[in-house]
């Protein structure tokens, strides 16, 4: 592909000026003929910027034979994509065939540059999220290919993760003859499903962490001993939290223990969020939020559960699943949540397969192949979006809703859209009591109470919305109120805080817990408003605190 067809975002024209400064922050070298800038697996790659000649990004077939050009960068332009930002290894290679100059940036340096120059730091994020969108939508996205069974929990779970974060890569089912072609040539069974392949790599029964660990993307201890800001949780208020602090000079890391975007990256379409009249979803919500914030320097690492949290020798110690401990100066939690499950037997037979959390293109599309009506579960505004979305789709829909009138907990424009649409049949006063299939979801049982009888109703799929439990369970020795969640500041009894505070010679700051120096926002927080956009001003109001604590401010 040549540079000037993949138009003005993905390969910007710079004026003599930016280039200047491109080049001001980098050093220039002579490049030979056929001399790889780098490969499909390297780690820590420089930014480009091409002086003379042509550099062409190459995709390896894992099954042999040539390298495929994926584009070409010619004079004047700069290689890279959101690889730059985030610390992934490189999935595709780039070399110059015939030689030149270049310009070469360090990662650290580039990072620096994107923080102070806003003219600039636009123009080239405007061409790696393009280029993402590209390598995503075409032949690059087999540098990452998932095989796996349609109806595994397994590789829905891995293909969610992937998605979550907007990551290049191609599904193949291992029930047809290219999965089956893929297998054999790589040496791997369908014992071993799922199975990823990568340009420098089989990972045999992949799982997100394995993933992540192989594409550099797991937490990494940086040159620092002790960071200033951990942020717990990667929905709408630890993003806010994270972009904020790193965006004010702390060094900020962000783990998060399953994808980035917590219970709003699902969501279909937020329409009631400040500055969208028009909507927006949860995906992209959350992958601008985590361009933001990695822009600026936030550490993002996911799958990343933190499992403990401790105080000793005036640091913060957040413990991570694999034994990892990160010391900081602050923590910000905003674990979120945890999706209620109903008590029915045979119910965690099929999670992910066949029974879902959220609705996003990957279940509309497996369940609209279905003839079978899907069943949405939930009186709130997510299991209303979840029935919109799922009908625009194709599939007829009924939602069960519990109690005897949808307006009680739904907005009202969702209620109307609910009533107006040809495919959604609302369902009052009825339950969940029953879940059944074979090798998954096939049928549910619901019971009708005003009525006081049950139906068996083929079911396609079943979308399960009706709340959440705060994910408090690894917070020992923080105060939290009889439901589980973190209380703060004034909400604080003076038994959970005069003698912590009582040394420091303070009350506790807005967002602060009873240890001095955490701080909770969003779901987790006892008393918070349960809104994306509430989640997202307690996650920036935090990082205030944060600097007052640890005396930036």
Same mark, same amino acid.
Request: glycine content about 12%; some cysteine.
């Given at each position: 592909?040549?540079?000037?067809?993949?138009?003005?975002?993905?390969?910007?024209?710079?004026?003599?000026?930016?280039?200047?400064?491109?080049?001001?922050?980098?050093?220039?070298?002579?490049?030979?003929?056929?001399?790889?800038?780098?490969?499909?697996?390297?780690?820590?790659?420089?930014?480009?910027?091409?002086?003379?000649?042509?550099?062409?990004?190459?995709?390896?077939?894992?099954?042999?034979?040539?390298?495929?050009?994926?584009?070409?960068?010619?004079?004047?332009?700069?290689?890279?994509?959101?690889?730059?930002?985030?610390?992934?290894?490189?999935?595709?290679?780039?070399?110059?065939?015939?030689?030149?100059?270049?310009?070469?940036?360090?990662?650290?340096?580039?990072?620096?540059?994107?923080?102070?120059?806003?003219?600039?730091?636009?123009?080239?994020?405007?061409?790696?999220?393009?280029?993402?969108?590209?390598?995503?939508?075409?032949?690059?996205?087999?540098?990452?290919?998932?095989?796996?069974?349609?109806?595994?929990?397994?590789?829905?779970?891995?293909?969610?993760?992937?998605?979550?974060?907007?990551?290049?890569?191609?599904?193949?089912?291992?029930?047809?003859?290219?999965?089956?072609?893929?297998?054999?040539?790589?040496?791997?069974?369908?014992?071993?499903?799922?199975?990823?392949?990568?340009?420098?790599?089989?990972?045999?029964?992949?799982?997100?962490?394995?993933?992540?660990?192989?594409?550099?993307?797991?937490?990494?201890?940086?040159?620092?001993?002790?960071?200033?800001?951990?942020?717990?949780?990667?929905?709408?208020?630890?993003?806010?939290? *994270?972009?904020?602090? #790193?965006?004010?000079?702390?060094?900020? +890391?962000? !783990?998060? /223990?399953?994808?980035?975007? =917590? %219970? $709003? @990256?699902?969501?279909?379409?937020?329409?009631?969020?400040?500055?969208?009249?028009?909507?927006?979803?949860?995906?992209?919500?959350?992958?601008?939020?985590?361009?933001?914030?990695?822009?600026?320097?936030?550490?993002?690492?996911?799958?990343?559960?933190?499992?403990?949290?401790?105080?000793?020798?005036?640091?913060?110690?957040?413990?991570?699943?694999?034994?990892?401990?990160?010391?900081?100066?602050?923590?910000?939690?905003?674990?979120?949540?945890?999706?209620?499950?109903?008590?029915?037997?045979?119910?965690?037979?099929?999670?992910?397969?066949?029974?879902?959390?959220?609705?996003?293109?990957?279940? *509309?599309?497996?369940? #609209?192949?279905?003839?079978?009506?899907? +069943?949405? !579960?939930? /009186?709130?505004?997510?299991? =209303? %979006? $979840? @029935?919109?979305?799922?009908?625009?789709?194709?599939?007829?829909?009924?939602?069960?809703?519990r109690g005897d009138d949808l307006t009680a907990g739904m907005s009202s424009y969702l209620v109307e859209r609910i009533d107006a649409h040809p495919r959604i049949t609302v369902q009052l006063r009825t339950e969940v009591v029953g879940v059944d299939g074979e090798d998954g979801l096939d049928r549910v049982v619901l019971a009708d109470r005003g009525a006081g009888t049950e139906t068996e109703v083929p079911c396609a799929g079943l979308f399960c919305f009706i709340g959440a439990v705060p994910a408090t369970a690894w917070l020992d020795g923080l105060h939290l109120d009889r439901s589980g969640f973190v209380v703060t500041d004034t909400a604080l009894p003076r038994s959970a805080t005069h003698r912590a505070y009582g040394l420091l010679g303070r009350?506790?700051?807005?967002?602060?817990?009873?240890?001095?120096?955490?701080?909770?926002?969003?779901?987790?927080?006892?008393?918070?408003?349960?809104?994306?956009?509430?989640?997202?001003?307690?996650?920036?109001?935090?990082?205030?605190?944060?600097?007052?604590?640890?005396?930036?401010?």
């Amino acid at each position: 592909m040549a540079p000037d067809d993949g138009g003005a975002d993905r390969f910007p024209r710079l004026t003599p000026s930016q280039l200047a400064r491109l080049r001001a922050a980098s050093e220039p070298a002579e490049i030979a003929p056929d001399t790889a800038l780098f490969l499909a697996g390297d780690v820590d790659y420089d930014f480009i910027l091409v002086d003379e000649g042509q550099v062409d990004i190459e995709l390896a077939s894992p099954l042999g034979g040539a390298n495929q050009v994926i584009a070409s960068i010619g004079e004047g332009n700069f290689v890279g994509e959101l690889n730059m930002l985030t610390g992934q290894a490189a999935y595709l290679s780039a070399r110059m065939p015939k030689g030149g100059r270049v310009h070469r940036m360090r990662r650290d340096r580039f990072l620096r540059l994107m923080a102070d120059d806003a003219e600039l730091s636009d123009i080239v994020l405007r061409a790696f999220m393009a280029r993402r969108e590209f390598l995503r939508q075409g032949d690059a996205a087999r540098a990452v290919e998932i095989v796996g069974a349609a109806h595994s929990a397994d590789t829905l779970k891995l293909r969610n993760w992937a998605s979550r974060l907007e990551l290049p890569h191609a599904w193949i089912d291992a029930e047809t003859p290219d999965g089956t072609e893929l297998l054999d040539a790589v040496g791997v069974s369908v014992a071993d499903l799922p199975v990823v392949v990568t340009p420098t790599g089989v990972l045999p029964r992949a799982t997100p962490g394995i993933l992540a660990e192989h594409l550099n993307l797991s937490y990494r201890a940086g040159g620092r001993t002790t960071v200033d800001l951990v942020v717990v949780g990667g929905g709408p208020g630890g993003l806010a939290a *994270a972009l904020y602090g #790193a965006s004010e000079g702390l060094d900020t +890391v962000l !783990v998060e /223990g399953v994808a980035v975007g =917590g %219970q $709003a @990256a699902p969501s279909s379409r937020i329409e009631n969020y400040l500055g969208f009249p028009s909507g927006l979803s949860g995906a992209d919500l959350t992958t601008r939020a985590l361009v933001q914030a990695q822009k600026f320097g936030a550490r993002v690492s996911s799958p990343c559960e933190s499992v403990a949290l401790t105080t000793g020798d005036g640091e913060l110690v957040v413990a991570l699943h694999d034994g990892t401990r990160i010391a900081t100066h602050a923590v910000v939690v905003a674990s979120g949540a945890r999706y209620r499950t109903l008590p029915l037997a045979r119910w965690g037979d099929f999670e992910d397969n066949g029974i879902y959390y959220a609705a996003t293109e990957l279940e *509309a599309r497996a369940c #609209a192949a279905s003839e079978d009506e899907v +069943v949405v !579960v939930g /009186g709130a505004n997510s299991a =209303g %979006q $979840a @029935a919109v979305f799922l009908a625009g789709k194709g599939s007829r829909v009924r939602l069960v809703v519990r109690g005897d009138d949808l307006t009680a907990g739904m907005s009202s424009y969702l209620v109307e859209r609910i009533d107006a649409h040809p495919r959604i049949t609302v369902q009052l006063r009825t339950e969940v009591v029953g879940v059944d299939g074979e090798d998954g979801l096939d049928r549910v049982v619901l019971a009708d109470r005003g009525a006081g009888t049950e139906t068996e109703v083929p079911c396609a799929g079943l979308f399960c919305f009706i709340g959440a439990v705060p994910a408090t369970a690894w917070l020992d020795g923080l105060h939290l109120d009889r439901s589980g969640f973190v209380v703060t500041d004034t909400a604080l009894p003076r038994s959970a805080t005069h003698r912590a505070y009582g040394l420091l010679g303070r009350a506790p700051l807005p967002f602060e817990t009873s240890m001095p120096g955490v701080f909770a926002a969003g779901d987790v927080r006892a008393g918070s408003v349960k809104r994306v956009a509430a989640a997202v001003g307690e996650g920036s109001s935090a990082v205030r605190s944060v600097h007052q604590a640890i005396g930036g401010a």
